[in-house]
């Protein structure tokens, strides 16, 4: 019996160390990876909000030029997520519930023209900032 128990301990002992030793380094090897990759991240969101600084020469112009190109680069999926999402409300549910079909038309002119502006919005603005000065 006290074999048993010996055997039992010692696999026990093998299968913690086999499984939770190398998750532990795996795991810091990961949280180095990606706190490496955040550090990148921020380092060329810096430069790329200084670029802006530097090509519209004030630091006002800068940041706003830098939030309307955020936008408009994420406005893309978030507008076309929206319109598919319409489209399914106006084609599909639609069918059969007229209140629901106009909604779907309501959202997909809204999102459409929500992707339309937020498009737009960088280029007036860098014509109307770079035209005035």
Known sequence: MK?????????FIALLTVLFIPKAHAEEVIDNATESKLIEIKENAQQSLEDYKVKYGSDAYGLTAYVLNLVRIYSIPFCFLGIAVSGIYQYIIGIRKLDVQEKGLVLMVSFITLLVVCQVLPLVFALVVKGRG
């Open 3 to 11: 074999k048993i128990a010996v055997i039992s301990i010692a696999i």
